[in-house]
């Protein structure tokens, strides 16, 4: 008998990762499934990116990277933040890593421990508070309203802030929500968190660049917590980037630190023609991102109208991301005849059963009464896959 370690108990697998492996088992059973679960954009890696990896290969590219990332692309990061955001940052502030998860998993484990307290606003991506887990700490789960789109306020974050309270995650635009938070949002939370010296913040902007309502806005441009805010980003979604697995931080030089300590024992460098990759798309117009994202705001639009013609979803519009939310309660306790729906979690397995379409449970985002649909698939497959859900909710009676 196979005895594992402990450790292996302290979290599960991430649910998204777990639906799309359902819905390949199918497809390989020959059913034809779509894919609506998982947060990749469906578009290819701008051309001029793609010719900066030939060019990378046919350099000799190919030897162990620095473990924080090569000084030139720790440079392309500063530039990037200060054209795109106005952020002052110098490469020692930058760790680049396998992927903006990696980043997050060595800011975590560099950061909490047992005994420690970490809050994380509900609904939040997956492998937050798994990550939390696995660091010993323990997650602070704030359940956010609808009402609010689904932002923390200033008087929910303070209720839940105890003296173990060592870390607070949060993303903007947000998985899988798609709220944006407004300047002036962010700096009420700021004030918060500058009376509490003790409390490190990962802002994950992933979705940065796609964002339907309004520029960018960064909790590092407060400076009164400027030290203690760690930026996590990357080139899956704004690039079409996501096989590359590239992500990165910017933080206080002794946080940047810790985190390539921590690299360094386990993967060190993140794949070399992946950063030269990265330094051109960092550095280079951002005219193919803004085509996506224009194309993902069509999707959105779309999707929206089809989620009206099914009875009983709610849905606050995404302001960011490629994700709708709705809340799906209604069908608690329906029946198609032969299956009771009794939370999010039936829902999704009878819509990938039934209509052969994969979404995401609410529950793994922390929101019970939620399914996750992502719309970063083609206008096809999205009209083709709502006939189906809209055929599937109408059995449920």
């Known amino acids: 008998m196979i005895h594992l370690s402990s450790r292996m ?16 088992e199918l497809r390989a059973q020959g059913f034809d499934v779509i894919d609506l679960s998982l947060g990749e954009p469906d578009f290819n890696t701008p051309e001029h990116i793609k010719q900066s990896v030939i060019k990378a290969v046919q350099e000799n590219w190919s030897h162990y990277p620095p473990v924080a990332g090569y000084p030139e692309l720790r440079e392309a990061v500063c530039f990037k933040l200060k054209r795109d955001s106005g952020l002052d940052y110098k490469p020692e502030n930058i760790v680049v890593s396998t992927g903006a998860k990696q980043s997050i998993a060595n800011t975590v484990l560099a950061l909490v421990g047992k005994g420690d307290e970490v809050i994380i606003p509900t609904p939040y991506w997956v492998s937050y508070s798994e990550i939390v887990k696995l660091g010993e700490a323990e997650p602070v789960l704030i359940r956010t309203r609808m009402e609010n789109k689904y932002k923390l306020t200033t008087r929910e974050l303070e209720a839940n802030i105890t003296d173990k309270t ?22 009420a939370l700021a004030g918060v968190f500058a009376k509490h010296p003790q409390i490190y913040i990962i802002a994950d902007e992933i979705y940065e660049y796609i964002n339907y309502v309004s520029k960018h806005e960064s909790l590092a441009q407060f400076e009164e917590i400027r030290d203690r805010v760690i930026i996590i ?21 002794e946080i940047a630190k810790a985190c390539e300590k921590l690299q360094g024992q386990f993967t060190s460098g993140t794949n070399s023609v ?10 280079s117009e951002l005219n193919a991102t803004h085509e996506m994202v224009k194309e993902f705001e069509r999707r959105k639009n779309r999707v929206m109208q089809l989620l009206s013609e099914i009875p009983g979803l709610n849905c606050v519009e995404p302001e960011g991301a490629f994700y709708v939310f709705p809340v799906v309660k209604d069908y608690f306790g329906t029946s198609d005849g032969s299956e009771t729906i009794k939370n999010a979690d039936d829902l999704c397995m009878y819509l990938l059963h039934s209509a052969h379409v994969s ?4 529950s793994a985002f922390g929101e019970p009464d939620c399914i996750r649909i992502s719309f970063a698939n083609s206008m096809e497959k999205i009209e083709a896959g709502f006939k189906r859900l809209k055929e599937a909710f109408t059995k449920l009676k």
Do not use: D, W
């Not at 979604?237 to 933080?251: D, S, V």
């Not at 992946?274 to 798309?281: D, E, G, K, V």
């Open 274 to 283: 992946t950063q030269r990759a990265a330094i051109t798309a960092l550095k």
């Open 166 to 187: 060592r870390l607070f995650i949060f993303s903007s635009p947000c998985n899988p929500t798609g709220s944006v938070y407004s300047k002036q949002e962010l700096k």
């Open 359 to 362: 979404t995401v449970s609410g």
């Open 9 to 24: 108990t302290l979290f599960n697998e991430p649910e998204t990762l777990k639906m799309a492996k359902l819905g390949r």
């Open 233 to 253: 980003n990357g080139m899956s979604k704004g690039y079409a980037m996501t096989g590359y697995r590239l992500g990165y931080i910017a933080a206080h030089a």
